[in-house]
């Protein structure tokens, strides 16, 4: 047995990423509210550190390489062709979704499944390699690397002054502000460049990324761990979805608030709370579905539900929503699009109200722990 994992950890550590280069996967995934498939579009070497790991399951896809009939990498992430696949819309629409994964030698096989069922697998006999490329800096040690990636600026000091207040905003929440010299931030400005779908789903206020290929090609040989893209806009909006991408408008007067929100989404794997607003859902979340987010559950038996050692021994559950609890970590109804069947920890939270200024005890712990493991794995 001792042997066995002996081996096991030495052929994983032979297969590690080199320092300074990675894999670019990019898929093409399509389909309607009826059909699903992936493409893998290409596979590139690249001059730059992985992106890291999302290990926790909170992602209802995984992206996983095989090689030897052993998984030696996964990573969760969500989608937006499955919030596409929740509408009543039965064209066929595409979406890129890419990642800078651990560099591997080929042969090695990659694998996509969806809530723990293989949707998509293909052996990958050979790679793309950029000829004397040179190797990039590695990561800075125990730091976060965000990169703002300009979309439709025209001027490079109107972007570095609206990221600057995106900055100022991001650092001022809880837990962030606990991390601030954790957080590195750095500008990628490209002029009259534009990445994004302003009217997704026919719904203004939902901007998303819709060129992740162009986004990832000029990430090649920037190391940032992670990417928000800054949209030169008045218009309230912007979008996060788990371990894929972030953008928000930088002109609106809740411009810091949506970035902090819908970052809570990427960074850690956030669920909206709120179930007032119109969305493009249709059961986003179907009856009898436990959601995999941390902060979102149906369950009301205490024993069951995942915050339940925040839960005080005098608080009811299910909580009533008056102001008695309105500091307290319960379980409150309504949240996940839908005001009744699925339960939030708390009255009030970023993820919850527009303009509200803190997280609830649950989503903070859960950046919290994102931020630690992060600091951690290196």
């Given at each position: 047995m001792i042997k066995r994992l002996t081996l096991i950890l030495v052929f994983f550590l032979i297969n590690l990423s080199i320092q300074g280069r990675a894999l670019m996967l990019c898929l093409s995934h399509f389909g309607n509210n009826k059909t699903e498939k992936i493409r893998l579009i290409e596979v590139k070497e690249v001059p730059r550190n992985p992106q890291p790991?999302?290990?926790?399951?909170?992602?209802?896809?995984?992206?996983?390489?095989?090689?030897?009939?052993?998984?030696?990498?996964?990573?969760?992430?969500?989608?937006?062709?499955?919030?596409?696949?929740?509408?009543?819309?039965?064209?066929?629409?595409?979406?890129?979704?890419?990642?800078?994964?651990?560099?591997?030698?080929?042969?090695?096989?990659?694998?996509v499944s969806k809530l723990n069922r293989v949707i998509?697998?293909?052996?990958?006999?050979?790679?793309?390699?950029?000829?004397?490329?040179?190797?990039?800096?590695?990561k800075i040690k125990g730091k976060i690397k965000i990169g703002f990636i300009a979309d439709g600026f025209a001027l490079k000091q109107d972007f570095l002054s609206d990221i600057r207040k995106l900055k100022k905003e991001f650092?001022?929440?809880?837990?962030?502000?606990?991390?601030?010299?954790?957080?590195?931030?750095?500008?990628?400005?490209?002029?009259?460049?534009?990445?994004?779908?302003k009217n997704t789903f026919g719904m203004k206020r939902y901007i998303t990324v819709s060129k992740l290929k162009e986004i990832y090609q000029l990430l090649e040989k920037n190391d940032c761990d992670f990417f928000v893209v800054v949209v030169n806009s008045k218009k309230y909006g912007g979008s996060g979805i788990l371990n894929n991408f972030c953008c928000v408008t930088s002109k609106n007067k809740l411009s810091g608030f949506v970035f902090v929100h819908e970052f809570g989404h990427y960074f850690a794997g956030l669920g909206d709370e709120y179930f007032t607003s119109k969305t493009t859902y249709n059961e986003f979340y179907p009856k009898n579905f436990e959601p995999l987010e941390p902060n979102l559950t149906r369950k009301t038996k205490l024993s069951q539900i995942k915050w339940k050692d925040l839960i005080s021994k005098d608080t009811p559950i299910p909580t009533p929503p008056v102001e008695k609890y309105k500091g307290k970590v319960g379980l409150f109804e309504g949240g996940g699009?839908?005001?009744?069947?699925?339960?939030?920890?708390?009255?009030?939270?970023?993820?919850?109200?527009?303009?509200?200024?803190?997280?609830?005890?649950?989503?903070?712990?859960?950046?919290?722990?994102?931020?630690?493991?992060?600091?951690?794995?290196?």
């Open positions: 790991q999302f290990s926790k399951p909170y992602g209802y896809y995984k992206l996983s390489i095989e090689k030897n009939g052993k998984e030696v990498y996964f990573t969760y992430f969500n989608s937006l062709f499955y919030e596409y696949s929740t509408t009543k819309n039965e064209k066929i629409k595409k979406f890129e979704e890419c990642f800078f994964v651990p560099l591997f030698k080929p042969p090695f096989k990659v694998k998509f697998s293909k052996t990958v006999e050979k790679i793309k390699k950029e000829q004397n490329s040179p190797k990039i800096k590695t650092l001022s929440y809880k837990p962030y502000s606990k991390y601030k010299n954790l957080f590195v931030f750095e500008p990628i400005f490209v002029k009259n460049r534009t990445f994004t779908n699009y839908l005001a009744k069947g699925i339960y939030r920890p708390q009255l009030h939270c970023i993820m919850k109200d527009r303009g509200y200024k803190s997280f609830c005890k649950v989503c903070e712990k859960a950046i919290e722990e994102r931020i630690k493991s992060l600091i951690n794995s290196r």
